[in-house]
Nanobody
Framework: QVQLVDSGGGLVQAGGSLRLACTASGRTFSIYNMAWFRQAPGKEREFVARINWNSGNTGYADSVKGRFTISRDNAKNTVYLQMNSLKPEDTAVYYC????????????WGQGTRVTVSS
């Protein structure tokens, strides 16, 4: 069982930056692949970025490539999402998620942290 707590959201002007954090409980955090998703008002949840258990492989949605960076610190049980050059269309609730490498579905989810980008 893994519990995830998302933090770091807030209000920022377009062009600004935020760093989201997701801290996990449990001693087995390092074996999970992690990801960030987001859900904008009136839209479905969408994938943002992912990182595998040993940080050897990352992936990004085209809409954030070159602006967002996902990273993890297994010693701190934390995964980060550095968001630069933010745009109003990045406004959403951001959720981190965890899954074991052998599974396709993300099993565990954070409570979400709201990001609002003003124009």
């Amino acid at each position: 069982q893994v519990q995830l707590v998302d933090s770091g959201g807030g209000l920022v002007q377009a062009g600004g930056s935020l760093r989201l954090a997701c801290t996990a409980s449990g001693r087995t955090f390092s074996i999970y692949n992690m990801a960030w998703f987001r859900q904008a008002p009136g839209k479905e949840r969408e994938f943002v970025a992912r990182i595998n258990w040993n940080s050897g492989n990352t992936g990004y949605a085209d809409s954030v490539k070159g602006r967002f960076t996902i990273s993890r610190d297994n010693a701190k049980n934390t995964v980060y999402l550095q968001m630069n050059s933010l745009k109003p269309e990045d406004t959403a609730v951001y959720y981190c998620a965890a899954r074991k490498p052998e599974l396709e579905r993300y099993e565990y989810w954070g409570q979400g942290t709201r990001v609002t980008v003003s124009s």
